[in-house]
Structures are given as C-alpha cells and as structure tokens.
C-alpha cells in the first residue's frame, strides 16, 4: 500500500507523536485522494466511494487553509 511506504519516512524524521500533525494529515489524505481517484476510474458508478472522495477533498482543502493562515502569521 502506498500509505505505509511514507509513513516509515516521516516517522523517521520526526517522532511518533506528530502523527496527528496538520502536515502529516494532509499527506494521508493526499494518498487515499489518489488511491480513491484510481479506484473511480475503474467503478464510474461507485457512487459512495466518490462520496467519499469530496469529503476527504474538502477536508484537505480546509487544513490547507489552516496551514496557509498559520505560515502568513509568523
């Protein structure tokens, strides 16, 4: 699976703690994005699956948000 051939990378660079970091977060969802965008072009109907994909698109985009705010702050 490609989620865990980068978490090794990041756990390795920082500390197990900062798994629940905003940067390690929208690297999470960036891999199921691109997991689920293969998967639906397979299945066009799958309908719940691109559901999904939305939610975790607009999840992404709101922590980015976060990130591009908290990096204009300092």
Excluded: W
Aim: glycine share 4%; net charge positive; hydrophobic share 30%.
């Amino acid at each position: 699976m490609i989620r865990n051939s980068f978490i090794p990378v990041i756990s390795q660079k920082e500390n197990k703690e900062n798994r629940g970091s905003v940067e390690f977060q929208v690297l999470s969802f960036t891999t199921k994005i691109n997991r689920l965008t293969s998967h639906l072009k397979l299945h066009k109907t799958d309908y719940s699956a691109e559901r999904g994909l939305r939610q975790i698109l607009g999840k992404r985009q709101r922590l980015l948000a976060y990130l591009s705010k908290k990096k204009n702050k300092k």
